[in-house]
């Protein structure tokens, strides 16, 4: 898949900003009903906290993802909207390219690339072969 195809698809989907947006998707795609709490979930995508909020609001904006809307317990059910084509077309093949190891790499090129300078911290966690983000570290391990 080429960059401009992926930029093709992430500009028709329009909502997924950042790599944190992707890998919830992801996440999401592989367990549709999920029940947790947001700490447990940025746990899984490792990503803070705050990253996972803002894209968990991104996804439940755009219609992808709904939440249980019981306040009263800190886990909340999530699902992700497979009905009336939120997961149709062009999300969709974004989902296929993004489930191998080296698409997901190429959409958060993608992804990396379209923000606008000066938003791109050098803090911004670099993905790992595993699926998971790690932050990255410029001093050396003390022996």
Do not use: W
Request: charged share 25%; net charge positive.
């Amino acid at each position: 898949m080429t960059p401009k195809r992926i930029g093709d698809l992430l500009d028709r989907i329009g909502c997924l900003g950042h790599a944190c947006d992707l890998d919830l998707l992801l996440f999401f795609y592989r367990h549709p009903q999920a029940f947790l709490n947001s700490e447990r979930l940025a746990v899984y995508a490792g990503y803070d906290l705050p990253q996972v909020v803002r894209s968990l609001e991104t996804l439940m904006t755009a219609g992808i993802l709904r939440q249980s809307p019981d306040s009263t317990r800190p886990a909340r059910l999530y699902v992700l909207r497979r009905g009336s084509g939120t997961l149709g077309g062009s999300l969709a093949s974004l989902l296929r390219i993004a489930t191998t190891r080296e698409g997901r790499l190429a959409v958060i090129r993608a992804l990396k690339q379209r923000q606008p300078p000066g938003l791109s911290d050098g803090d911004d966690p670099e993905p790992v072969a595993n699926g998971r983000t790690v932050p990255r570290t410029l001093e050396e391990p003390h022996a």
